[in-house]
């Protein structure tokens, strides 16, 4: 498989080259050349597999031509070490649970499985270290932290702003030492990522060197992402939730890295017939849906901290994905947006309602979902993160104490170990030539 540039500027890349250069050289994402479809026998015996093995199935869509097929096996297998349940909340609502993993958050899938593919390529190859650089609102850095700890020739890089992630979340990726260094930079998420990225297009640091990235803009980041949607499907057809409705799904969204990826498998085939995407006061999608213009802006501070992206980048994979057509993108994917005071009544409401603890994020997705579900849909929202790694939040809007699962409070034992950073590019850049 071929992978082109979403600015079309860029020379076609193999997936390895992909993968190890994250961000296209002309400044675009990388878009597989086209999007397999899976046979419909698939989707009539979906309900009859295992996780592993319905998404090592969706790997060969992606992967397969690139990747020996016993070892995408093993690492497909090796990712999915934990299930996405779905769960019922009231009638006709469900939540896919993506909080099983290691670090208790959506993200496990793509870091874990981008670790291992990043590895595959790497014993391919020169002996040379990879370095990786993370962007993080929250559950990106300890995802992919917790996924590359110890593997050999990988250091990573974790930036993350000061002041604007849980200290639970904070403690997932500043307490691990060995091949992860956590960056503290004075300022908001947008800032952590323009670093990353200038630091791509730096010839002279590239030189210096080799640069990849683990957030969803990269191809071996956000596509395994897809296989829990195909998890949902097959949950909600076992429980014969789909024989007479038509699926719904709701993502709470920020660099929609995650929406995408649903997109993409609903390209490969799988029955979903829209999508919501649902944002807190970051609301610039939901106002492209409403004026068909896009208008980046300074990141909100907000509850639901993981979705507080001003300029999300996977913005640019959907317009490809639709050719920049408005009304298409506008078909497929409708949007929500709320306050941090609408998030707090959400909380409130469905505990009181259906004794259910929701994140700030799945919040979001929640009550999207509730409200634009209409006659003769079942809908599946994504409940993001464990509520645990908001605890002081949901305490105070709860009026709980819920308790902290044994790996997050293994997490808090540690201590913190950050390199605090201005959002100068100058001093990141110099920060790394001493490494």
Known sequence: MRYYSTNLQAPWATLHEAVVKGLAPDKGLYMPESIKRLPYSFFEEIENLAFQDMAFEVSKAFFGEDVETN???QIVYDTLSFETPVVEIEENIYTLELFHGPTLAFKDVGARFMARLLQYFIKQESHDQVNVLVATSGDTGSAVANGFLGVDGIHVYVLYPKGKVSRIQESQFTTLGQNITAIE???????????????????E??????????????VARFLPQAFYYFNAYA???????????????????????????????????????RFIAANNANDIFYQYLQTGIYSPKPSKQTIANAMDVGAPSNFARITDLYKGDWTAIKDAVSGATYADTDIKRIMATCYRTNQYILDPHGACGYEALKTGLETNEVGVFLETAHPAKFKEKVDSILNTDIEIPRP?????????????????FEDFKTFLFNQ
């Not at 908001?188 to 200038?198: E, H, M, R, Y």
């Open 71 to 73: 070892a995408l096996k």
């Open 185 to 203: 930079v004075d300022g908001v998420f947008d800032d952590c990522q323009a670093l990353v990225k200038q630091a791509f297009m730096d010839t």
């Open 205 to 218: 640091l590239n030189n210096h060197m080799k640069l990849t990235s683990a957030n969803s803009i990269n």
């Open 235 to 273: 949950q909600l057809k076992k429980l014969r939730q789909l024989d007479s409705k038509e699926l719904v799904v709701c993502v709470p969204s920020g660099n929609f890295g995650n929406i995408t990826a649903g997109l993409f498998g609903q390209r490969m085939g799988l029955p979903v017939k």
């Open 408 to 424: 997050l409070a293994e997490f808090m034992k540690g201590q913190k170990q950050s390199i605090p950073m201005s959002n100068s």
